[in-house]
């Protein structure tokens, strides 16, 4: 979905909106009072790239950008959604549900050799290459203070990850080829982590939302940490939809411990995101 489409579908749905929903009864942001939020959006991210992999546990490999030597794209959009639903007493307890992926692909002349699961691709070889992330977020928090206007709560959750790249051309050893490969490497598992958020509602309409998650374990295939933030503001232009506009962070830093990945990832998105907002 590119950022122009989900702006015009923002203008033609603010444009059709009948005006008695904006004269609806709500002192603030619904967002804050409504049970259901519903967030559908678009993400500029601006990439990095670092990862590493071997075909024996010695040690790693030297890290390899994939963006600067292998002409991965360092700026993509993609898409970024979000749920979450409010319950129990006073409906201070919530379960969030947020998704977005991203696949990076490019090609490059190595301008030097590069060493990948024991093969080396050497300089001056033609190669194409790819990143691939999916994040699931599962999260479960409780409201330490609420009210009309503030929302702050801290919880737990999981980020279900899904991690994969490859390199592809002419592997040659000692200046012989072996032919055209594709080396690929993948990951996949559950990290918990702990979470907090604050919202706030400054005026009828206004939201400003912020909220961090972070972990650092070893678990599973993973050993590192990750953070995953963002801060934003909304504006609701009809009873139950509005428009958001925000900044999303999100870094994992690991080692990668399997039988068919012996290496390591340091990958970062950050940048705006536009959205359409739902509350019920």
């Known amino acids: 979905m590119k950022i122009r489409h989900l702006v015009a579908t ?5 444009s059709s909106m009948p005006l008695t929903l904006l004269a ?4 603030y942001h619904p967002a804050l009072s409504d049970n259901f939020s519903v967030y ?6 601006s990439n990095s790239f670092n990862l590493s992999a071997s075909g024996t546990d010695d040690e790693f490999d030297r890290d390899i950008d994939f963006d600067d030597n292998l002409g991965v794209s360092n700026s993509s959009t993609f898409f970024n959604g979000q749920l979450r639903w409010k319950f129990g007493s006073e409906r201070k307890w919530s379960v969030w549900g947020q998704y977005f992926s991203n696949n990076a692909t490019g090609n490059a002349t190595l301008e ?41 709560g801290v919880g737990i959750g999981i980020h ?31 990290l918990p982590n702990i979470g907090a958020w604050y919202n706030f509602s400054p005026a009828r309409n206004w939201l400003l939302h912020g909220r961090v998650d972070w972990i650092s374990a070893s678990i599973g295939d ?9 801060a934003g503001v909304s504006y609701q232009f009809a009873r139950h939809v509005g428009v958001d506009l925000s900044y999303q962070y999100f870094n994992l830093n690991v080692d990668v411990d399997k039988n068919d990945w012996f290496g390591s990832a340091d990958m970062t998105y950050s940048g705006p995101v536009v959205a359409v907002t739902f509350a019920w």
């Open 112 to 152: 030097e050799d590069v060493e990948w699961e024991d093969d080396v691709f050497e300089a001056g070889t033609f190669v194409e290459a790819g990143v691939k992330l999916a994040v699931a977020r599962v999260f479960v928090g409780r409201s330490f203070v609420k009210n009309q206007q503030h929302d702050f």
């Open 160 to 190: 279900n990850l899904d991690l994969s790249a490859y390199i592809e051309g002419e592997v040659r050893i000692n200046g012989e080829t072996s032919g055209v490969q594709k080396l690929e490497v993948s990951a996949s598992s559950p």
């Open 40 to 45: 559908l959006g678009a993400m500029k991210s």
């Open 222 to 230: 993973y050993s590192g940490g990750l953070w995953n933030a963002s």
């Open 24 to 27: 609806d009864d709500y002192e």
């Open 10 to 14: 923002i203008t033609l749905l603010a």
